[in-house]
């Protein structure tokens, strides 16, 4: 009878390794995928700022939201009137 109680400590010493192995792998497992999980999302996030920051430059470079073109202002003197301007008459004092 006394190895009856060996074989029962020694199957549950099997027993509680498998299981630490069992979760030491889950953990391992969880810790990757978390990983994985973490990049993706980062990439994805990046993605999506990316195209909503190039969106944005063309819509307002080129699109509707484009400022209307100001007129320009020359620097060139303006063209002078081609008939003179006609003289004010004397005003003669009348007494």
Known sequence: MATGGKDRQSREQRERAR???ARQELHRLQGRRRVRDNVLGLTIGLAVIAAAVGLQT???VGGPGAPAPAPSVS???S???STPLPSEP???PTS
């Open 19 to 21: 299981a630490y192995q």
């Open 58 to 60: 063309v819509y307002f």
């Open 75 to 77: 620097d060139s003197p």
């Open 79 to 81: 063209p002078a009137p």
């Open 90 to 92: 004397a005003v003669s």
